[in-house]
């Protein structure tokens, strides 16, 4: 098991052309201004500054990255929508973003951060019907579970579980989970069991891509 109370903070960059070295696994989380996103990795790590957080939504203005094991990293991408921010820099924070979901090869997994009370706004949509066509795997963390009860909770979940039958094979990449950032006994046992699975199945995928390299032969055909 991954120890996520050890992640640390790696850098923060304007855009894709300063991260570093674009190998192992990244898991990345997008979600609108004021989803709760840095809290939601706060709560993960149990560490209350490792993400900046603020009354003012809109503070991540950098792709910030952490790392939780060699070649192992969370990524905390500029938030979107809601921010009352300049349109130009709104803008800027759309390219960057944009850039890194295209084109960043070690991205294996996407966490979409959503207020349980106000879900599945149009660009979260678009990033889970774009996530979905790249096959790739995603979570939708449904924040501030604390301020329903129990019941309307649930029916929340649902709700949302319903509404993706809109996207095609949403049932092969994208799972959706409760969440509290202030009550951690509400999807954090969960939230980290999934991530550790996703960081898994990567490692499973490098070690067998390894083995069937190593399987060729110096003339570049392959051994039986």
């Known amino acids: 098991m991954y120890n996520f109370r050890g992640v640390k903070f790696l850098m923060s960059a304007p855009d894709k052309s300063f991260l570093p070295e674009d190998t192992g696994c990244e898991i990345a989380f997008v979600g609108r201004s004021n989803a709760g996103k ?24 950098m792709i910030n990255l952490f790392e939780l094991a060699p070649g192992k990293r969370l ?5 979107y929508g809601y921010a009352k921010v ?8 759309q390219k960057a973003m944009n850039d890194y979901l295209a084109t960043r090869c070690s991205l ?13 706004k149009e660009l979260d949509r678009q990033i889970v019907d774009w996530a979905i066509s790249c096959q790739l795997p995603v979570l939708l963390l449904l924040t501030k579970a604390d301020k329903l009860n129990q019941s309307p909770r649930m029916k929340a979940v649902k709700d949302v579980e319903f509404a993706l039958q809109e996207f095609e094979d949403h049932e092969l990449y994208v799972k959706v989970m409760p969440f509290s950032s202030v009550n951690l006994s509400i999807g954090l046992k969960n939230f980290r069991l999934l991530l550790q699975e996703w960081f898994e199945r990567n490692e499973d995928a490098a070690s067998e891509a ?15």
């Open 38 to 61: 840095s809290s939601a990795l706060n709560a993960l790590t149990e560490q209350k500054q490792l993400a900046r957080t603020s009354k003012t939504p809109g503070r991540t203005q």
């Open 75 to 79: 990524v905390d991408l500029p938030g």
């Open 86 to 93: 300049p349109v130009a820099m709104k803008r800027q924070w």
């Open 108 to 120: 294996k997994g996407l966490v979409v951060v959503m207020d349980i009370r106000n879900p599945l």
């Open 210 to 224: 390894e083995t069937a390299g190593g399987s060729e032969t110096s003339d570049g055909s392959t051994e039986a």
